[in-house]
């Protein structure tokens, strides 16, 4: 069992850091809202076949209410046995945790039994702690397996957390890697600077969740001072609910970015490639309403493809918000090179038998 970061297969810690696709999970149900187990393992056969080079699981795309209904052991039990039997090339397995402390620790001991190499840890729960309490609360559940911080947006439910956080944060030795999802550009480079002034730049990668702003956070160095001097970092890869759709071609963005990077230039084509990714991003994520939709509309997008069967969410009140079905329309029409319909369809009977 992974304990710590260096029990990670060299080869699967290596996928990590040089930064990769990795899907947030979401849940497929059925029209009793019940889990779809064969259309759950259909979603993680595509992501594996899409190129992705790790999953998220139990996160909030996978819906944070799976815990009152039973389903977190279940769904991370059959994305884990279901990726073992699919592929034998080194993927990447992050389990969604959450809570207070002592749920926090359960759920990262039940990750770690089922082979899961890190816990993402939402902090959401514990609004209202201060920056000490949360910080022991971290590392209590850094005793238990390698953390993957979550800057989650305060909007659906995230905390505002300063530089100096996350100095503290990226200050523990178990911490691997730190999803900045914001959605703020300061809010970003606080993580930044926090984790340069830990002296972690090395230890901890960086993965956007700024659905917002895939692209140019993908391509930009962030470069900030220590000691006088100039430190450049670079966030490597993207863990993503926008990435749960359109999987294949987000795996070829990246590898495009990534060669840009290491050329030392990016065309204008690679630069307009943001504001596409994030009109889309608009509409799949409602960001009209609030993000109210977020998790339908994803739903929307692999329904149509015949992923799933339907777009329900454990919450009976959660679905698409008016006119949200129509900007997924236009999205779809304005960016067909953004999708990857053809390579679902080539694939889709043999990822659901």
């Known amino acids: ?64 209410a799976i815990r009152d209904v039973g389903l977190y052991e279940p769904v991370l039990r059959l994305a884990a046995e279901t990726a073992a039997n699919w592929t034998e090339r080194p993927l990447v397995m992050i389990a969604g945790l959450a809570g207070r402390t002592a749920q926090a620790r359960r759920e990262a001991e039940l990750a770690r039994g089922l082979g899961y190499h890190a816990g993402m840890l939402s902090l959401a729960a ?77 230890r901890v990668t960086l993965y956007t969740g700024n659905d917002d702003h895939i692209v140019l956070d993908l391509l930009v160095p962030f470069a900030v001072k220590r000691d006088g001097a100039d430190i450049t970092v670079r966030i490597r890869g993207g863990l993503l609910g926008h990435w749960s759709v359109w999987t294949r071609t987000a795996v070829r963005h990246l590898e495009r970015i990534h060669a840009a990077v290491a050329a030392g230039r990016a065309d204008a084509d690679l630069l307009a490639l943001d504001s596409k990714v994030t009109d889309a991003n608009a509409a799949f994520f409602d960001a009209a309403n609030g993000f109210a939709g977020c998790i339908a509309g994803c739903h929307e997008v692999l329904r149509r493809q015949g992923l799933l069967e339907g777009i329900w969410c454990l919450d009976p009140q959660e679905g698409l918000s008016p006119g949200q079905a129509e900007e997924i329309h236009r999205v779809i029409g304005d960016y067909p090179e953004l999708a990857d319909d053809d390579f679902v369809r080539a694939n889709l009977a043999r990822w659901l038998a």
């Open 126 to 202: 514990m609004h209202g702690a201060g920056e000490d309490e949360l910080i022991e609360h971290c590392q209590a559940v850094a005793a238990v397996m390698p953390l993957v911080g979550f800057y989650l947006q305060p909007a659906v439910g995230g905390i505002d957390l300063p530089a100096r956080f996350w100095r503290r944060f990226a200050e523990i030795e178990n911490v691997v890697a730190i999803k900045i999802a914001p959605f703020s550009r300061y809010r970003t480079l606080d993580v930044v600077r926090g984790v340069v002034a830990a002296r972690a730049e090395e």
């Open 1 to 64: 069992m992974i304990r710590h970061w260096t029990d990670v297969p060299a080869e699967v810690l290596a996928v990590l850091r040089a930064g990769t696709v990795i899907p947030a999970h979401p849940l497929a149900l059925d029209a009793a809202r019940q889990l779809d187990v064969r259309r759950q393992r259909a979603l993680t056969r595509y992501y594996i076949d899409a190129g992705a080079g790790g999953l998220a699981v139990g996160v909030h795309s996978t819906q944070f």
